[in-house]
């Protein structure tokens, strides 16, 4: 079999390389995407302090760290490196630390995921979390003492959740719980708090006369260990794309009715397994990453500051128009293979709408997004 390919400028796969190498269609194209860049950055840049872009789009210069060891909290995951934050947001973290244990009782802080040294896309993990006002609060208390460094790696957080998937277990989510989800959403500066629909349901619930503050948490995917706290784009820089805010209902109606529907976990089937299609190549796209050109400008800057530059390849430069041109090629490539094997070809719509994929996630209205 003779296939002719368009080599694929600006990135690291090439679909001619693939097929002279032989065993099977040819492989999707890998990128250089703005994650790998922000994700080997191991200092902040040195400054102003300023949230550059949106939560999901940005990079973050002038960060400062917030100290693994607090009096009344501690940083977890220490190898990943992301315990930097606008100044105001680790303010506000210390703030909130030592007020929940005055005032409500708790233990202290646990504290997960803020953002990188220069903010920017994480290689794992996150979708948001790039320019510094985001940070991860586990719902699981503080202990007495402090943990090693290996206890902060491998101690598992403890899921709020009963057997269902769909409620509290209110053995271990409890009015400690609630009074720290409601002391965090009643800072000005907090304009959203990110938790699993079933704790939403429980805060609603809990919440009694007083749910002015209920209006800012919102329910998502995940979070079932820990609340997500984002806070307000600070006012002194107006390169910082805020989002739009709550529109002060409770949310706690149909909104989360429709979420916990969505969240259902699927049971076990009881039907014949799906069989495996024949021998088929599918021309669905990967989901193309964030490249450095969906990013504000200042962020390609920001990785040439001092310390430590990260040099960008030319690679890491493609647009999105780019990049799909390039995912469209490719798709074309593996098409033509499929044709030229005689294999089947899955379309883009039907590997979408495979019957195997999320059974239990159901439609909604809801339009809230992270």
């Known amino acids: 079999m003779t296939l002719t390919t368009e080599p694929i400028a600006g990135t690291s796969t090439s679909i001619t390389a693939s097929l002279k190498a032989g065993g099977g269609a040819p492989k999707w194209p890998e990128f250089v995407g703005a994650k790998q860049l922000f994700g080997v950055v191991k200092k902040p840049a040195p400054l102003a302090a300023r949230a550059i872009g949106y939560y999901s789009r940005g990079c973050l210069s002038g960060a400062e760290a917030l100290p693994i060891d607090g009096p009344t909290w501690q940083e977890m995951r220490l190898s990943r490196n992301r315990n930097w934050g606008h100044p105001q947001l680790i303010s506000l973290i210390k703030r909130f630390a030592g007020e929940a244990q005055d005032q409500d009782g708790w233990p202290g802080l646990l504290v997960g995921d803020i953002a990188q040294p220069r903010g920017g896309p994480m290689i794992t993990g996150h979708a948001s979390h790039q320019v510094g006002l985001d940070a991860d609060i586990w719902l699981t208390p503080m202990p007495k003492r402090r943990l090693t460094r290996k206890e902060r790696e491998t101690l598992n957080a403890t899921s709020m959740l009963d057997d269902t998937g769909v409620a509290v277990d209110p053995k271990v989510f409890t009015d400690k719980q609630v009074s720290l989800i409601k002391r965090a959403a009643s800072y000005p500066e907090v304009e959203r708090i990110f938790v699993h629909p079933a704790i939403k349901k429980a805060l609603c619930t809990a919440a009694g006369t007083d749910r002015q503050w209920l209006g800012k948490v919102r329910p998502f995917y995940g979070h079932y260990y820990h609340f997500h706290m984002r806070i307000k784009c600070p006012a002194d820089f107006a390169g910082c794309k805020p989002q739009p805010p709550p529109t002060g209902d409770d949310g706690c109606g149909k909104e989360v009715d429709q979420w916990l529907a969505k969240v259902i ?54 647009t999105k128009v780019t990049v799909h041109q390039v995912l469209a090629k490719a798709a074309a490539a593996r098409a033509a293979f499929a ?19 999320r059974p239990h996630v159901k439609k909604t209205t809801t339009a809230e997004t992270k």
């Open 265 to 318: 976990p699927a049971k076990p089937s009881t039907s014949p397994p799906v069989p495996k299609p024949p021998a088929s190549v599918s021309v669905r796209p990967p989901a193309p990453p964030i490249m450095l050109a969906d990013l504000p400008p200042e962020c390609r800057a920001l990785l040439a500051a001092n310390p430590d530059p990260v040099p960008v390849p030319k690679e890491a430069l493609m």
């Open 339 to 357: 044709r030229s094997a005689g294999l089947a070809i899955v379309p883009a719509s039907a590997a979408a709408a495979h019957p195997a994929l």
